[in-house]
Protein backbone atom coordinates (compact mmCIF):
# COMPACT_ATOMS: atom_id res chain seq x y z
CA UNK A 1 0.00 0.00 0.00
CA UNK A 2 1.27 3.16 -0.50
CA UNK A 3 2.25 5.93 1.95
CA UNK A 4 2.68 9.79 2.28
CA UNK A 5 4.77 11.00 4.98
CA UNK A 6 4.72 14.87 6.29
CA UNK A 7 7.25 14.92 8.15
CA UNK A 8 6.95 18.76 9.17
CA UNK A 9 3.61 19.33 11.91
CA UNK A 10 3.90 22.87 11.79
CA UNK A 11 5.84 25.39 9.75
CA UNK A 12 6.25 29.17 10.15
CA UNK A 13 7.10 31.66 7.61
CA UNK A 14 7.07 35.84 7.50
CA UNK A 15 4.92 37.29 5.17
CA UNK A 16 6.55 38.29 2.10
CA UNK A 17 9.21 35.35 2.61
CA UNK A 18 9.68 31.74 0.77
CA UNK A 19 8.93 28.66 2.85
CA UNK A 20 9.17 24.81 1.74
CA UNK A 21 6.74 22.16 2.72
CA UNK A 22 8.05 18.19 2.92
CA UNK A 23 6.84 15.39 1.76
CA UNK A 24 7.94 12.28 1.11
CA UNK A 25 5.35 8.86 -0.13
CA UNK A 26 6.64 5.54 -0.99
CA UNK A 27 5.04 2.99 -4.02
CA UNK A 28 6.44 0.87 -6.29
CA UNK A 29 4.49 2.26 -8.79
CA UNK A 30 5.87 3.99 -11.76
CA UNK A 31 2.88 6.19 -12.62
CA UNK A 32 0.91 8.01 -10.41
CA UNK A 33 -0.22 11.58 -9.55
CA UNK A 34 0.84 13.65 -6.56
CA UNK A 35 -1.87 17.30 -5.03
CA UNK A 36 -0.74 19.48 -2.59
CA UNK A 37 -4.32 20.47 -0.92
CA UNK A 38 -5.00 23.42 0.83
CA UNK A 39 -7.62 23.33 4.11
CA UNK A 40 -7.92 26.70 5.35
CA UNK A 41 -10.21 27.07 8.69
CA UNK A 42 -13.25 26.98 6.89
CA UNK A 43 -12.45 23.24 6.30
CA UNK A 44 -12.45 23.44 2.66
CA UNK A 45 -9.98 20.93 0.67
CA UNK A 46 -8.60 23.33 -2.17
CA UNK A 47 -6.43 21.96 -4.83
CA UNK A 48 -3.49 23.96 -5.03
CA UNK A 49 -1.20 22.06 -7.02
CA UNK A 50 -0.61 18.78 -9.19
CA UNK A 51 2.09 16.62 -10.69
CA UNK A 52 1.80 13.90 -13.14
CA UNK A 53 4.96 11.13 -12.08
CA UNK A 54 5.70 11.08 -15.84
CA UNK A 55 6.28 14.49 -16.22
CA UNK A 56 9.92 16.00 -15.50
CA UNK A 57 9.17 19.07 -15.46
CA UNK A 58 8.03 20.44 -12.28
CA UNK A 59 4.62 22.07 -12.15
CA UNK A 60 3.71 25.80 -10.95
CA UNK A 61 0.92 27.75 -9.99
CA UNK A 62 1.59 31.49 -9.72
CA UNK A 63 3.50 31.69 -6.21
CA UNK A 64 3.39 28.05 -5.85
CA UNK A 65 5.90 25.15 -7.40
CA UNK A 66 6.89 21.67 -6.49
CA UNK A 67 10.10 20.17 -6.05
CA UNK A 68 9.46 16.74 -7.13
CA UNK A 69 12.47 14.06 -7.24
CA UNK A 70 11.20 10.83 -8.38
CA UNK A 71 14.07 8.53 -7.73
CA UNK A 72 13.80 9.94 -4.13
CA UNK A 73 10.04 9.49 -3.63
CA UNK A 74 10.07 13.44 -2.58
CA UNK A 75 7.63 16.43 -3.15
CA UNK A 76 8.05 19.47 -1.89
CA UNK A 77 6.04 22.47 -1.69
CA UNK A 78 7.83 26.02 -2.50
CA UNK A 79 5.28 28.80 -1.34
CA UNK A 80 6.95 32.44 -2.63
CA UNK A 81 6.04 35.88 -0.96
CA UNK A 82 4.02 33.85 0.96
CA UNK A 83 0.50 36.27 2.33
CA UNK A 84 -1.82 35.81 5.23
CA UNK A 85 -3.77 34.36 2.93
CA UNK A 86 -1.67 31.14 2.62
CA UNK A 87 -2.03 30.61 6.26
CA UNK A 88 -3.72 27.32 6.53
CA UNK A 89 -3.02 23.26 6.50
CA UNK A 90 -1.12 21.47 4.00
CA UNK A 91 -2.10 17.88 2.73
CA UNK A 92 0.31 16.14 0.38
CA UNK A 93 -1.59 13.30 -1.61
CA UNK A 94 -0.94 10.71 -4.00
CA UNK A 95 -3.03 9.31 -6.47
CA UNK A 96 -2.41 5.64 -8.10
CA UNK A 97 -2.67 5.72 -11.98
CA UNK A 98 -2.35 2.20 -12.89
CA UNK A 99 -6.31 1.53 -12.60
CA UNK A 100 -8.27 4.39 -13.51
CA UNK A 101 -9.35 7.15 -10.94
CA UNK A 102 -8.24 5.74 -8.11
CA UNK A 103 -9.37 7.09 -4.03
CA UNK A 104 -6.75 9.64 -2.69
CA UNK A 105 -4.05 8.72 -0.08
CA UNK A 106 -3.32 11.65 2.06
CA UNK A 107 -0.20 12.72 4.43
CA UNK A 108 -1.01 14.08 8.08
CA UNK A 109 -0.47 17.46 7.04
CA UNK A 110 1.99 20.54 7.93
CA UNK A 111 0.00 23.56 9.46
CA UNK A 112 1.35 26.76 8.23
CA UNK A 113 1.05 30.09 9.74
CA UNK A 114 2.28 33.26 8.51
CA UNK A 115 3.47 36.09 10.39
CA UNK A 116 2.89 39.48 9.75
CA UNK B 1 -20.90 24.92 -11.61
CA UNK B 2 -21.61 25.12 -7.91
CA UNK B 3 -19.05 22.18 -7.07
CA UNK B 4 -19.49 19.27 -5.08
CA UNK B 5 -22.81 20.36 -2.20
CA UNK B 6 -23.22 18.60 0.90
CA UNK B 7 -25.78 18.80 3.47
CA UNK B 8 -26.10 19.62 6.14
CA UNK B 9 -23.08 21.58 6.96
CA UNK B 10 -23.57 20.74 10.50
CA UNK B 11 -24.99 17.88 12.36
CA UNK B 12 -25.35 17.42 15.81
CA UNK B 13 -26.81 14.49 17.48
CA UNK B 14 -27.53 11.81 20.32
CA UNK B 15 -25.53 8.43 20.39
CA UNK B 16 -28.43 5.87 18.84
CA UNK B 17 -29.56 8.28 16.29
CA UNK B 18 -29.83 7.45 12.74
CA UNK B 19 -27.73 10.20 10.47
CA UNK B 20 -28.09 10.67 6.93
CA UNK B 21 -25.09 13.03 4.94
CA UNK B 22 -26.19 14.12 1.56
CA UNK B 23 -24.28 14.49 -1.40
CA UNK B 24 -23.92 16.28 -4.67
CA UNK B 25 -21.29 15.87 -7.21
CA UNK B 26 -20.40 18.14 -10.27
CA UNK B 27 -22.56 17.68 -13.23
CA UNK B 28 -20.66 14.82 -15.37
CA UNK B 29 -18.18 13.54 -13.12
CA UNK B 30 -18.02 9.85 -13.31
CA UNK B 31 -16.26 9.53 -9.56
CA UNK B 32 -17.78 9.84 -5.77
CA UNK B 33 -15.62 9.35 -3.00
CA UNK B 34 -16.84 9.96 0.17
CA UNK B 35 -13.84 10.54 2.85
CA UNK B 36 -13.61 11.20 6.59
CA UNK B 37 -11.56 13.49 8.81
CA UNK B 38 -10.64 12.83 12.24
CA UNK B 39 -7.51 14.37 14.62
CA UNK B 40 -6.24 10.96 15.17
CA UNK B 41 -6.19 8.97 11.50
CA UNK B 42 -6.02 12.11 9.50
CA UNK B 43 -7.91 11.89 6.17
CA UNK B 44 -9.09 8.90 5.25
CA UNK B 45 -11.42 6.90 2.24
CA UNK B 46 -14.80 5.91 3.24
CA UNK B 47 -15.76 4.24 -0.23
CA UNK B 48 -15.86 5.72 -3.39
CA UNK B 49 -18.74 4.83 -6.89
CA UNK B 50 -17.64 4.78 -10.44
CA UNK B 51 -20.84 5.82 -12.19
CA UNK B 52 -23.01 4.86 -9.87
CA UNK B 53 -21.03 1.35 -8.42
CA UNK B 54 -19.42 0.98 -5.28
CA UNK B 55 -15.97 0.01 -6.23
CA UNK B 56 -14.19 -0.10 -3.34
CA UNK B 57 -15.80 -0.04 0.48
CA UNK B 58 -12.81 -0.95 2.44
CA UNK B 59 -12.69 2.09 4.62
CA UNK B 60 -16.04 1.60 5.90
CA UNK B 61 -15.40 1.34 9.65
CA UNK B 62 -18.72 -1.32 10.38
CA UNK B 63 -22.12 -2.26 9.68
CA UNK B 64 -23.18 1.07 11.35
CA UNK B 65 -22.02 2.60 8.36
CA UNK B 66 -23.58 2.17 4.52
CA UNK B 67 -23.73 4.62 1.59
CA UNK B 68 -25.80 4.64 -1.79
CA UNK B 69 -25.62 6.14 -4.99
CA UNK B 70 -28.61 6.11 -6.51
CA UNK B 71 -28.04 8.29 -9.63
CA UNK B 72 -25.08 10.13 -11.44
CA UNK B 73 -26.37 13.49 -8.95
CA UNK B 74 -26.95 11.91 -5.51
CA UNK B 75 -25.47 9.83 -2.84
CA UNK B 76 -25.74 9.64 1.02
CA UNK B 77 -23.72 8.12 3.34
CA UNK B 78 -25.86 6.75 6.52
CA UNK B 79 -24.54 5.94 10.02
CA UNK B 80 -26.89 3.83 12.32
CA UNK B 81 -26.70 3.61 14.95
CA UNK B 82 -24.33 6.59 15.62
CA UNK B 83 -21.25 6.40 18.11
CA UNK B 84 -19.50 9.27 19.68
CA UNK B 85 -16.43 8.21 18.12
CA UNK B 86 -17.91 8.90 14.46
CA UNK B 87 -17.39 12.07 15.45
CA UNK B 88 -15.68 14.10 12.55
CA UNK B 89 -15.45 15.93 9.31
CA UNK B 90 -17.42 14.28 6.15
CA UNK B 91 -16.20 14.85 2.78
CA UNK B 92 -17.31 14.23 -0.13
CA UNK B 93 -15.23 14.78 -3.79
CA UNK B 94 -15.75 13.96 -7.51
CA UNK B 95 -13.80 13.92 -10.43
CA UNK B 96 -14.14 13.39 -13.96
CA UNK B 97 -12.55 10.12 -15.46
CA UNK B 98 -8.98 9.99 -15.45
CA UNK B 99 -8.34 10.93 -19.35
CA UNK B 100 -9.74 14.24 -18.69
CA UNK B 101 -7.49 14.73 -15.61
CA UNK B 102 -9.09 12.83 -12.67
CA UNK B 103 -8.34 15.52 -10.14
CA UNK B 104 -10.81 15.51 -7.42
CA UNK B 105 -13.44 18.48 -6.08
CA UNK B 106 -14.04 18.53 -2.66
CA UNK B 107 -17.13 19.39 -0.94
CA UNK B 108 -17.56 21.78 2.12
CA UNK B 109 -17.94 19.18 4.36
CA UNK B 110 -20.28 17.69 6.90
CA UNK B 111 -19.35 18.60 10.54
CA UNK B 112 -20.86 15.73 12.43
CA UNK B 113 -20.82 15.75 16.51
CA UNK B 114 -22.52 12.81 18.08
CA UNK B 115 -23.41 13.21 21.84
Known amino acids: AQTVTQSQPEMSVQEAETVTLSCTYD???????LFWYKQPPSRQMILVIRQEAYKQQNATENRFSVNFQKAAKSFSLKISDSQLGDAAMYFCAYRSASSGNTPLVFGKGTRLSVIA | DAGVIQSPRHEVTEMGQEVTLRCKPISGHDYLFWYRQTMMRGLELLIYFNNNVPIDDSGMPEDRFSAKMPNASFSTLKIQPSEPRDSAVYFC?????????????FGPGTRLLVL
Open chain 2, 93 to 105: ASSPRLVAGGTQY
Open chain 1, 27 to 33: TSESDYY
